[in-house]
């Protein structure tokens, strides 16, 4: 229910709090309740007739806009349609569907919710609580709500996105490569592999051992090597030497990542994939059946095993620096690069980021240009500080 109340202005001649006095040019303010959402807002006139008639079309209109109230089930589903109709990857429909159906609907049902306008900021912020998502899963899962109710407000299902004033709070690590020593003892470890029962095959430790040297020379995600395509692989542009062919969903255009073929002291990673199996006539590493995530799934295992091999049999037998994980292969890829002084936007086109603020965000320390230009810059200013000896006669003095 909502009523028209004088707001008398500062420079007003009445009391700013003195509802009874409306005999002023100050406007009336609707304030109560409509729609079960506190609201007060100036209805910009100072006539009490013609602010009466505003409430009044503001509640029919709300009347109306209640018996087509979309329901929460209604809503997620249409937004689960939406992103299936936009060729989504089926990893993040997949995502969306664990916490919007499984989760955010069960939360609803469970807690009497029905429509979407009921789930206002309170109710949201107590939907998160129950989540036991890591830091980083947490806000991941924050930004997935967040898509949620911007596709209602483009429909006005809702009024507002109470997921935007949700936070969360993320340590954010240091990206640490791989040392050529941690290198060395994992692509030893690749050749002491046994699988699940303890069995050792020569067969699986060379298409390990070709999985780990692609991860490590192309930065590419452990995914996109899981499906890497024959077809994929490539002369190279100055015809010398192979490239792998990497069409970059995030930034949509093709980049061609040169790979090491034995010369100048680096391993042979050409020779690696060509001399791997056939297990299939289109790709690497994938025999093409079943669902690729379970494929990459598959691989992520033997990684694991792999690394826990390499800090308890190989080498020095100690733990790596950080914890080893696929990703680090990528972290490797790209501090190798701009230590040797690659300009980062070629790095950042070949780790496929969308943006080359991306790469910095990351990398920015292992930018050995930009560490360049900032040490001269603070010699420079050294420099330009430095007192001057000025010579006079009789003498000499220093100068600032």
Known sequence: MLKA?????????????????????????????????????????ANYETAIRTIRKWESLGAAR??????????????????GARNWQESTKRKFRTLLQDRLVEYCRQHGYRLLRELDLNAVTEFRATWRDAPLTALKNIERLRAFYRFCLDREWVTGNPAAKLKVKVAVE????????????IMAATEQYRDGRGSQDPRRAAELRAFVLVLRHSGLRISDTAKLERTQLVPGTDSEGYALMVRQQKVRR????????????????????QALPLHDEKYFFWNGTGEIERAVNNWRSRLTRVFRVAETETGSRKPFSCKPHPHRFRHTFAAEYLNAGVP??????LLGHASVKVTEKHYAKFNRARQARMEEAVRGAWQSQRPKLQVIAGGSQNVA
Do not use: W
């Open 5 to 45: 109340e004088k707001r008398h202005r500062q420079s007003c001649r009445f009391d700013q709090y003195d509802r009874a006095r409306t005999k002023c040019t100050c406007s009336y303010h609707a304030i109560g309740v409509l729609n079960g959402t506190f609201l007060r807002r100036s209805l910009k006139t």
């Open 66 to 83: 209640e018996s087509q109230s979309i329901t929460i089930e209604g809503g997620v589903g249409a937004f689960m349609r939406d992103i």
């Open 174 to 185: 240091e990206k640490e490569p791989f040392t050529p020593e941690e290198f060395e003892r």
């Open 254 to 273: 093709t980049v061609y990542i040169p790979l090491p073929d034995g010369r100048d002291g680096l391993p042979d990673v050409v020779g690696a994939l």
């Open 344 to 349: 980062i936007e070629t790095v950042s086109l």
